[in-house]
């Protein structure tokens, strides 16, 4: 129960002269001989709360405080429990007190108010007390015998009495207890009644039809806002099973009106299935498990559900609908919690009360810097998922968005206004807030594609796809690398439509005369939207495999004839590298590198073999000896990224390098000491590798027509080299690309240029320098 207290604000009462056991509830008890009696009256004026209140006129008293009192009886308990006690009260005149108790029926109190001053105007009193016996049922009475409230009127209205709990826990909806309409079927699994939609719809404003809605009664114990949390599974199709619809807000929606819903997508990569984790944040679950999801907060359109899930205290039952929309996604129950609480998944599972705070682990245990590849030449860098981290920067100088750079995370809706950026913001602005190498990922994919891309003709999708790259490129000017394309090959994922892929390769040219248009017209809009970034290729099980090498490899060429590429990206995943010889990997890196282009491992992890079991620390241990240094001594890799290191945020769940408490695996000290005993790519024509950043004066200065241009770089990191005229317009970009720690120079030419002061400017990271040149001729 919510509220302990029966009739606590007497709207259960009639009004009138009451006595003894006739106000519902409650007992009303006088001292014999006290003369003339306290009058007891309900009525329906004046109240705090609701319409009705207690009004008490003392005329005469006795000789203990509860000779005159009123008793709110029969109060359920739970022996050890804590409980909160409120009641608001006031007088007619000033000079009133009262006794507020609570207690057992052996008359031990376990908390009091001894005496309380009322006021003339309305005032709140309050109580904490634990059931410190073994009772069940307790009492609470006010005591108004005192000589100072003769001759006075006393008011008392909403008593409460609430556990400790009250409003804590989540409101549990089973998916099957609706009204659940004939396009969905109740199913079981084990011991899980679940709904799931027969059918698809590829709408995304509004349900097919009313036969497509399921309408819940959802009873709250407290007003105020909630969350929605969602427990789901996500079938095989993964993307293409994984979006609904909800009612925006409590009521009955009407099942053709866009404004009544939401459109829920991208649950497919979103969730928390550990006992441990809280539902906060968007969520790393994978499809083809049970978890929950917290709908309201995250990864869904810009019109979040969280303004509108409002209970309001004289309605405590409301209308909850949803309505079906891809088939493979299965429900098992809905959650309403308090929007200022947390709720781990074990809470939503036991409905057990959400917390204040997130219990955090001890930070004493995590990695404080400095970064593991500063001052390398090559960069050591990491997936940053899609819950904040605030210790990333102290491992990692390369960042990598997991999810949030890919369009389906952005534009669940065809809307543009409504695109969702807020989780590649976030990667984004930590990258830049942090000087780390930024690598978006990724443009163009054949998976976790915008749902509704492909119901579009081509002449849509193109306008679309332009569109998704030009809004990159204009809100993210500074990102230094791109993916452009993502997993190419033939039977890898390119937008085909072949099992359940986008279907807009048409759209981008197609095979055509190349046999591979689609991916060069792919990368011809990312040099147009991206000039200033560095455009990858990236694609898995290549290394590990001769043939998609040489495949690999003529894309490439392809687009390196067109000037179009800048650097090849092979992912590093456990099920690639786990039974591969490393001189199979060593051969296929060779023939990558010889294209000239800088070679960057993109999605690294290793863990148990076929990620299966309780994690290994030695099996993790033996993979990394065998396969990192093959990967950072190659001459032509020019920098690893890691694809996750935190317990819990791993898409590979073995594959993870950090514990919760901080605590590092072996793997992961191994591959830190080893990066320290073993540097790479050092010039050996430079003794010593500079330590600061630094832009020198030019020489000669002045000059006629070419000049040399010197600097020193600390840390691998983007560089950029521009020349300005005296108006401050760009002259020529000398420099725009990632280098290594080393010294520079660079030749430049004003041949073209008139006589007159020009200035060069040198940023690098957070480091920027400019000088004046002059040109005399």
Not at 90 to 105: C, I, L, M, R, S
């Amino acid at each position: 129960l919510a509220q302990l207290v029966t009739n606590g604000s007497f709207e259960k009462s009639d009004t009138g002269i009451v006595a003894g056991a006739e106000i519902n509830g409650w007992l009303i008890q006088v001292a014999d001989g006290i003369s003339p009696s306290p009058i007891y009256q309900i009525i329906d004026s004046n109240s705090q709360h609701g319409s009705k209140v207690l009004k008490v006129t003392i005329a005469a008293v006795a000789t203990n405080n509860w000779d005159i009192q009123i008793v709110a009886d029969s109060i359920p308990a739970e022996p050890g429990k804590t409980y909160y006690y409120s009641v608001w009260a006031k007088a007619e005149k000033p000079g009133a007190q009262v006794n507020f108790t609570v207690g057992n029926y052996s008359y031990s109190e376990y908390a009091a108010l001894r005496p309380a001053n009322l006021t003339t105007q309305w005032k709140e009193f309050k109580l904490t007390f634990a059931v410190s016996d073994d009772q069940t049922i307790i009492r609470a009475p006010i005591h108004l015998n005192y000589a100072g409230n003769v001759g006075n009127t006393i008011y008392i209205d909403n008593l409460k009495i609430i556990s400790e709990d009250f409003g804590k826990t989540p409101i549990i909806v089973e998916a099957e207890s609706g009204i659940v309409g004939s396009n969905f079927s109740v199913q079981q699994d084990g011991d899980i009644t679940f709904v799931s939609p027969t059918k698809n719809y590829t709408g995304q404003s509004f349900p097919e039809d009313s036969n497509s809605v399921i309408t819940y009664q959802v009873t709250a114990e407290d007003s105020g806002k909630y969350n929605l949390f969602a427990r789901v599974r996500v079938g095989s199709d993964t993307f293409n099973d994984d979006s609904f619809f909800s009612g925006k807000g409590f009521g009955a929606k009407n099942d053709t009106s866009a404004n009544d819903w939401v459109f829920v997508n991208g649950l497919a990569s979103a969730g928390f299935s550990a006992a441990e984790d809280y539902v906060n944040d968007i969520g790393i679950a994978a499809s083809e498990v049970w978890k929950w999801v917290n709908v309201t907060k995250n990864f869904f359109p810009v019109d979040s559900l969280h303004e509108y899930f409002y209970v309001d205290l004289d309605t405590l039952t409301n209308t909850f609908q949803i309505a079906s929309r891809e088939d493979g996604l299965y429900f098992d129950k809905f959650a309403f919690g308090k929007t200022n609480l947390f709720f781990t998944v074990e809470d939503l599972d036991n409905s057990l009360a959400g917390n204040e705070t997130m219990d955090k682990p001890d930070s004493s245990k995590f990695y404080e810097g400095p970064r593991f590849a500063d001052g390398m030449p090559k960069f050591l860098g990491n997936a940053y998922g899609d819950i904040p981290d605030n210790i990333f920067a102290n491992y990692w100088n390369q960042l990598t968005p997991g999810n949030a750079g890919k369009w389906g995370s952005v534009a669940s809706q065809q809307d543009t206004a409504l695109w969702n950026w807020n989780g590649l913001d976030r990667a984004y602005n930590h990258a830049k807030d942090n000087d780390l190498i930024f690598k978006n990922h990724t443009l163009i994919w054949g998976q976790q594609q915008p749902s509704w891309i492909s119901a579009l003709d081509s002449a849509q999708q193109i306008k679309y796809i332009e569109t998704w790259i030009r809004k990159v490129g204009e809100r993210y000017p500074d990102i230094d690398m791109i993916d452009v394309v993502n997993e190419p090959l033939t039977n890898h994922n390119p937008p085909d439509g072949i099992n359940g892929r986008a279907n807009y390769k048409k759209a981008l040219g197609g095979n055509g005369v190349t046999g591979l248009d689609w991916v060069i017209k792919s990368f011809e809009l990312a040099r147009k939207y991206l000039p200033n970034t560095e455009l990858i290729l990236n694609d898995y099980g290549i290394i590990n495999d001769n043939a998609a090498t040489t495949s690999y490899l003529q894309i490439i060429n392809l687009l390196k004839a067109r000037n179009l590429i800048d650097g090849i990206g092979v992912q590093g995943h456990r099920f690639e590298l786990e039974n591969t010889t490393t001189s199979t990997l060593k051969s296929n890196l060779d023939r990558l590198a010889a294209t000239g282009l800088p070679i960057y491992i993109s999605e690294l992890d290793l863990g148990n073999l076929n990620d299966s079991g309780t994690p290994d620390d030695a099996k993790q241990l033996e993979l990394y000896k065998k396969y990192f240094p093959v990967l950072w001594q190659h001459p032509g890799v020019k920098g690893i990224t890691l694809w996750g290191y935190l317990e819990g945020q791993m898409w590979q769940t073995t594959c993870f390098l950090v514990h919760t408490d901080g605590e590092q695996r072996p793997a992961l000290d191994w591959m830190v000491q080893y990066i320290k005993d073993n540097p790479v790519g050092v010039n050996e024509n430079t003794s010593v590798l500079p330590n600061n950043f630094e832009l020198e004066q030019n020489f000669p200065n002045p000059f006629n027509p070419a000049t040399n241009i010197r600097y020193n770089i600390a840390n691998t990191t983007k560089v950029t080299l521009k020349v300005y005229d005296i108006l401050g317009r760009e002259v020529q970009t000398l420099v725009n690309k990632i280098q290594s720690p080393g010294r520079y120079s660079v030749e430049f030419n004003a041949a073209s240029l008139s006589s007159g002061i020009y200035f060069y400017q040198l940023n690098a990271g957070s480091f920027n320098s400019i000088k004046k040149l002059v040109v005399l001729k």
